[in-house]
């Protein structure tokens, strides 16, 4: 056991990938991270997962990333958990950040895959997670499946069932990615030993249904009280509003993508139902004034905005 398993029950645990705060400079606003942990606290999220896809970590400085895991270890003591993400082009910037959340009591780290010069085998890839894990010994690793995003397409079920046997704290995935049949096989080969975390928010209740007992999503930022709500009447057998609650939560996030993309959409969206935490960084382009009221006036109309509130 890893010691980073969250299947407790039949509910579905939610952990949020989070937002990095930008001042209107462009800089790190940390002292917004306090806000958004009380926020995450208050619906009822279980963690925090730092600085992956959501938190622009690719955008960010070493440095950077160090001062907002830092500072999220800091407000999340206690109540929140902290997976950092240290996934890096570099396998020794990766075990740098890595030696670094295991020093600030993070509780987890997570990598993706070395997304420019890739690994071309399942070997090669657990190779590389096996060393940015040897640089946090003791500490839970999760492999971060984002296919979409690093080009790297090798099976996540057979990246757990190869990690398992080489990397002494590996702990599961982080599966974020559409292929349902190959997120059932990382289902099937966890058991109790690995947690599978879902990562593609529109999959949320049919995985549930196939097992699954954890997420990790960004979405969760601005509508973690809708997925919880979703979730919980799943658990009563209340499948129509469930089904209900999960086609609402898809159109929200078709309607936030067509504002600058998914990333700069939903951090937009988040100014409007939850903490607002600034603009995305370039080359990522975010929505203006105008933009922002006409995604307002959209979900407003969907019946979104008084669900989340």
Not at 13 to 30: M, N, Y
Not at 56 to 75: D, P, Q
Not at 273 to 299: F, T
């Amino acid at each position: 056991m890893t010691g980073l398993r969250y299947s407790g029950g039949p509910n579905m645990a939610l952990l949020t990938a989070v937002f990095t705060p930008f001042a209107e400079t462009g800089e790190l606003d940390l002292d917004t991270v306090a806000k958004q942990a009380d926020d995450l606290v208050a619906w009822g999220s279980v963690a925090a997962y730092v600085g992956g896809t959501a938190g622009e970590g690719a955008s960010l400085s070493t440095a950077e990333r160090k001062a907002l895991v830092e500072r999220w270890c800091e407000v999340a003591e206690g109540r929140l958990d902290v997976i950092v993400h240290v996934g890096h082009t570099s396998l020794t910037e990766a075990r740098a950040l890595a030696a670094h959340a295991k020093s600030t009591g993070a509780k987890a780290i997570s990598a993706v895959a070395p997304y420019f010069h890739r690994p071309e085998t399942v070997d090669a890839l657990v190779d590389a997670c096996a060393a940015i894990a040897d640089a946090a010994p003791g500490l839970p690793f999760t492999y971060y499946h984002i296919p979409s995003m690093t080009g790297v397409h090798l099976r996540a079920s057979d990246v757990l069932l190869a990690a398992r046997e080489k990397i002494p704290t590996f702990a599961g995935v982080k599966f974020a990615h559409n292929d349902m049949v190959d997120l059932q096989r990382c289902l099937h080969l966890a058991g109790e030993d690995h947690e599978v975390f879902v990562g593609v928010a529109k999959l949320v209740l049919a995985a549930w249904q196939w097992g699954a007992r954890a997420a990790i999503g960004s979405v969760y930022n601005f509508a973690g009280p809708l997925f919880r709500q979703l979730l919980d009447n799943a658990v009563r057998g209340e499948l129509d509003s469930a089904r209900e609650e999960q086609l609402l939560a898809q159109r929200v996030i078709d309607t936030a993508a067509r504002y600058g993309g998914e990333l700069a959409g939903f951090k937009a969206l988040g100014s409007l139902s939850g903490v607002d935490c600034g603009r995305c960084r370039p080359p990522l382009v975010s929505p203006g004034p105008e933009q922002v009221a006409a995604l307002r006036a959209e979900v407003t109309e969907l019946g979104f905005l008084g669900r989340v509130r």
